[in-house]
C-alpha cells in the first residue's frame, strides 16, 4: 500500500478534527454536568485506574500529556475541591504523590457515564471498532 503525502496530510486533519470536537463535546457536558474539565477528569480516570489510587507527580503529568507545572496548576485546583491530595514520596523527599480522594472518586464514577456517552457520540464508528479488537 502507497501512501501519498497528501493522504497522509487528511488522514491528519481528519484525527485533529476528531480530537477537537470530542474535546469540545467533553469540556462543555463534564463542565456543565460535573464541574470537570476534560484534563481534570483524565487525572482522576488515571488515579482510579492505579492500583493504590495514587500516581507520581511527574509519571501523573507525562500519562495525561501535561507539563509538570500545568499540571500542579491542576492537582491545587483539584485540591482545593476535595478530590485528590498530595503527599510526600517515602524515599523521594522531593517526590510528590498524587492521591484520590473519596470525594475524588465519587465525582469520577459520576462522570464516567458521561464521559463514555461523549466518546461513543463522537468519535468515528470505525475507531470505536478497532479499539474493540484490540487485545487488553
Not at 485506574?49 to 509519571?59: G, I, V, W, Y
Not at 500545568?70 to 482545593?80: F, G, K, Q, T, W
Request: hydrophobic share 40%.
Amino acid at each position: 500500500m502507497s501512501v501519498t503525502q497528501d493522504s497522509v496530510v487528511t488522514a491528519w486533519r481528519e484525527m485533529a478534527a476528531c480530537h477537537a470536537a470530542a474535546c469540545a463535546a467533553l469540556e462543555r457536558e463534564l463542565g456543565e454536568r460535573h464541574g470537570l474539565g476534560v484534563s481534570d477528569f483524565e487525572v482522576l480516570e488515571r488515579l482510579t485506574e492505579s492500583k493504590e489510587r495514587k500516581f507520581r507527580a511527574q509519571d501523573l503529568a507525562e500519562a495525561v500529556h501535561l507539563s509538570q507545572s500545568a499540571l500542579s496548576r491542576l492537582v491545587d485546583r483539584l485540591v482545593r475541591h476535595g478530590l485528590v491530595e498530595r503527599c510526600g514520596c517515602e524515599g523521594d523527599r522531593r517526590g510528590i504523590y498524587v492521591v484520590l480522594t473519596e470525594a475524588g472518586e465519587q465525582r469520577h464514577a459520576e462522570a464516567v457515564p458521561t464521559h463514555r456517552d461523549v466518546l461513543a457520540r463522537t468519535l468515528p464508528a470505525a475507531m470505536l471498532t478497532t479499539a474493540n479488537n484490540q487485545p487488553r
